[in-house]
C-alpha cells in the first residue's frame, strides 16, 4: 500500500475524523448514542452509505453536469440508505435494531458527513481511493458514536449491549446522560483530548 | 460530449432518477414478503407478551417460527367485532392472521367516531383474551396489546410499542418491564365515572384497582398512552360489558 493511499484511510480517522475535528454529522451522533447495539448498527449503515455513494459517484464524475451534481450526488446517497433500510428490516437479526433506530436511519441521507466526501473528494478522484475515503470516513464517524454511546449506556442505563454492568452493582441510573446534552458534552471532551495529545490541531 | 448543456442536463437527471427508481422497486419488491414476515411476528411476539406467554426478548431469541407455531397452538379464535359489541368477522387462526400497526392506525379513525369499527379480539385456549390499543404518545404513534382474564375485567398483563418516544423517557413503556408488571392484576372499571383505567401523574391513589403510576419524566408519553387504553377500551366497552362469562 502506498503512502498516499494510507493516508486516505487514516486521515479521517484520526487527524481529519468527521465527527472531532470538521465537526460534522453531530446531530445524529447526539440521536443514536443511548445504547451501544444502536450504534454499533448506524456506524455500519453509515460506513455502507459513505463508502457506496463515494464509489458511484466516483465512477460518474466525468459525465454529472456541473450544475445539477449536488441533486444527482443525493439521489444517489438517498438509494443508498433506501438500501440498507430495506436490507436492515428483511432480517430477523437486524429486524429489532432497524425499529429501535427508526428514523435515525434514513436521516443519514441529510448527514453532512456523506455529501461532504463527495463533494470534497469523490468528484475529483479515481473510484478506488474514493471507495476507501468513504468507508474511512465512516468509520472515523462510527468510533466517536461507539465511543460516546459507550459511556451514555454504562452510566445512563448501567448496561453494556444491554447487558447489566453498573445496575448489577446497585448503581443508580443518571438520566442525564440519556438526554441528548450529555452526547455534545461527551463529543466536547472527546475533542478535548483529542486535541491535547494532537498538538497541531490546536488553533490559536 | 458538452455535459453542461440543457439537453444533457436534463436526459442525464432523467435516466438516474428512474435508473434509481427501479432499483429501489424492484429490491422493495423482493424484500417485501420478508419484511412483512418480521412484522407479522413481531406484532405476534408481542400479543404473546401480553398474553404472560414469556417475554418478548426471549421470542425475539427463538425466532420467527417458533412464535407463529406457538401462538397457532394456543390461539382458540381471533375474532373482530363492530362498535356494538357483535361478531363482524373472524381472523383466520390457521394463517395467525393478525391487525399489524398500520391495521390499527386504519381502525383508529373508526373506533374515534363509532362508525364502521372493526377491532380485534385475540381469544387464547386458556381463557386469556387480548385487545389493541392506539394513540399518540408525544413523538409518534404508541400503541399496544392488553390481556385480560376470562371475566374480561382483570388485567393478565400489557405489552406497549411506540415508534419514536425518547428512550429512556417515554421509551419506558414499552423497554421497562416494571411499567408493564403494574398492570397485572388490575381491572378495567367502565363504572368508574372519570375512565375506566388510568395512568396518574404523581403515582395511582393506594388501593385504587384500575390505576397505575405513569412514569416520572414522560409526562406527554404517559398521558397519550392513557388516552390511547380510554379510547379503545371505550370502543370495546359494548362486546367487554354484554358477555361478562362466555
Known sequence: MNAKLKETILNPILKGNPITVLVLGICSSLAVTVELKGALVMALSVIVVTGMSSLICSLLRKTIPNRVRIIIQLVVVAMMVILVDQVLKSFEATFPLDKQLSVYIGLIITNCIVMGRIEAFALGNKPIPSLLDGLANGVGYGLILIIVAFFRELFGSGTLFGIPVLSALGYTNNGLMILPPMALILIGCIIWVQRSIQKDLQEN | ?246
Open chain 2, 1 to 246: 460530449m458538452n455535459t453542461n448543456s440543457n439537453v444533457y442536463t436534463v436526459i442525464y437527471t432523467t435516466v438516474v432518477c428512474v435508473l434509481v427508481a427501479a432499483i429501489l422497486a424492484f429490491v422493495s419488491s423482493s424484500l417485501k414478503p420478508k419484511q412483512d414476515a418480521n412484522e407479522k411476528a413481531e406484532t405476534i411476539s408481542q400479543i404473546l407478551t401480553a398474553a404472560q406467554f414469556g417475554e418478548k426478548s426471549e421470542w425475539q431469541a427463538k425466532g420467527n417460527a417458533a412464535v407463529l407455531d406457538f401462538y397457532k397452538q394456543n390461539i382458540a379464535e381471533a375474532v373482530l367485532i363492530d362498535a356494538s359489541g357483535n361478531r363482524a368477522g373472524e381472523l383466520s387462526a390457521a394463517d395467525a392472521a393478525v391487525y399489524g400497526k398500520s391495521e390499527l392506525k386504519a381502525q383508529n379513525y373508526n373506533v374515534k367516531d363509532g362508525k364502521d369499527m372493526k377491532v380485534p379480539v385475540y381469544i387464547f385456549k386458556n381463557g386469556v383474551s387480548v385487545i389493541p390499543v392506539y394513540g399518540a404518545g408525544l413523538w409518534g404513534p404508541v400503541w399496544g396489546y392488553i390481556a385480560l382474564q376470562s371475566d374480561l375485567k382483570t388485567i393478565a398483563g400489557a405489552y406497549f410499542d411506540h415508534e419514536s418516544e425518547t428512550p429512556g423517557l417515554g421509551g419506558k413503556i414499552k423497554d421497562d418491564p416494571a411499567f408493564r408488571a403494574q398492570f397485572k392484576g388490575k381491572t378495567v372499571d367502565f363504572n368508574d365515572s372519570k375512565a375506566a383505567f388510568s395512568i396518574v401523574k404523581g403515582g395511582a391513589p393506594a388501593g385504587k384497582a384500575n390505576a397505575i403510576d405513569a412514569i416520572s419524566g414522560a409526562t406527554m408519553t404517559s398521558r397519550g398512552l392513557d388516552e390511547a387504553i380510554n379510547v379503545w377500551l371505550g370502543a370495546y366497552k359494548a362486546y367487554l360489558t354484554k358477555n361478562p362469562e362466555e
